[in-house]
């Protein structure tokens, strides 16, 4: 069993950044993949980003790429979200995942879930 709590949410204004973290304890955190999903209200949960177990790969939805990074310090057993220039779309709940294995960027793929962070991004 994996237990993941995700903090690091709230209100940020646009154009700005935000740091979330989803601290994991259990069993051989540093054995599971790694995911960020966020569900905006009344949109399906979808794929954010992703980190494998050993930090040498990384997946990013289009909509983050290039503004965003993901990473690990499996000493700590956390996971970090990393965001710039957010956007007004930007605004959701994000979940953190854990799946054994590789790395995916489908929900199913993913064992684990966190309660979830909300981030409110501004005007």
């Known amino acids: 069993q994996v237990q993941l709590v995700e903090s690091g949410g709230g209100l940020v204004q646009a154009g700005g950044s935000l740091r979330l973290s989803c601290a994991a304890s259990?069993?051989?955190?540093?054995?599971?993949?790694m995911g960020w999903f966020r569900q905006a209200p009344g949109k399906e949960r979808e794929f954010v980003m992703a980190?494998?177990?050993?930090?040498?790969?990384?997946l990013y939805a289009d909509s983050v790429k290039g503004r965003s990074s993901i990473s690990r310090d499996n000493v700590k057993n956390t996971v970090y979200l990393q965001m710039n220039s957010l956007k007004l779309e930007d605004t959701a709940v994000y979940f953190c995942?854990?799946?054994?294995?590789?790395?995916?960027?489908?929900?199913?793929?993913?064992?684990?879930w966190g309660q979830g962070t909300q981030v409110i991004v501004s005007s």
């Open positions: 980190i494998n177990w050993d930090n040498g790969h990384t």
């Open positions: 995942a854990a799946g054994a294995g590789g790395v995916g960027s489908t929900a199913d793929w993913y064992e684990y």
């Open positions: 259990g069993r051989s955190f540093n054995r599971y993949g």
